[in-house]
């Protein structure tokens, strides 16, 4: 496994894990940090990644697959609304969110590339590993209790389930509670 940063000395290091120096605004570069590789998630803010430059770098490096950590924004909350257009949508979120949400279209236009592009729930923060979790497609997930939650330990277990198991192949699925 390959972890790729600007500033690979600030990674902690782990077992099993090479990490290299890289940008996600280099085309050219990414591609060569990815080659070889069977997949990449992508975990970067969108707004400081150029989708285009992703895709192809993804493409140029010859990696089969593309997951995408992605945000709860572009999720719907009604028929043709989505969260970040909802009238109580934090305003200090809304440029992040838009960005994300027009990756995933970019993404949904891509006739090559296999991709995947997970959603957490509204909101997503560290918690408990409880394993136990919903999925679902492109609708905000509310729970029993009137949230929209979930813990990154959990997402991490969807998304790493996707992975080894694809099942969503080609587009947004999300996880919740």
């Known amino acids: 496994m390959t972890a790729i940063a600007r500033h690979p000395e600030k990674l902690t290091k782990q077992e099993g894990v090479t ?21 990449i998630i992508h975990s970067v803010k969108f707004l400081s990644t150029d989708v285009e430059k992703v895709i192809s ?4 490096g010859h990696v089969a697959r593309l997951l995408v950590v992605g945000g709860a924004g ?6 043709g609304l989505l969260l970040v257009n909802a009238p109580n949508f934090p305003a200090e979120y809304k440029s992040e969110a838009l960005a994300g949400a027009a990756f995933l279209e970019r993404l949904r236009k891509e006739k090559v590339l296999d991709w995947t592009f997970l959603s957490p729930s509204a909101f997503f923060a560290p918690g408990q590993r409880t394993g136990k979790f919903r999925l679902g497609k492109d609708q905000l997930l509310i729970a029993a209790d009137g949230k929209s939650h979930v813990s990154m330990e959990d ?23």
Request: aromatic share 6%.
């Open 19 to 39: 990490v290299t120096a890289g940008d996600v605004t280099n085309e050219d570069g990414l591609a060569a940090a990815v080659a070889g590789h069977d997949a």
């Open 155 to 177: 997402f991490a277990i969807a998304l790493v389930d996707e992975l080894e198991k694809p099942k969503h192949a080609r587009e947004r699925f999300r996880v919740g509670y």
């Open 57 to 60: 770098a993804t493409k140029k």
């Open 74 to 79: 572009s999720l719907e909350v009604a028929a």
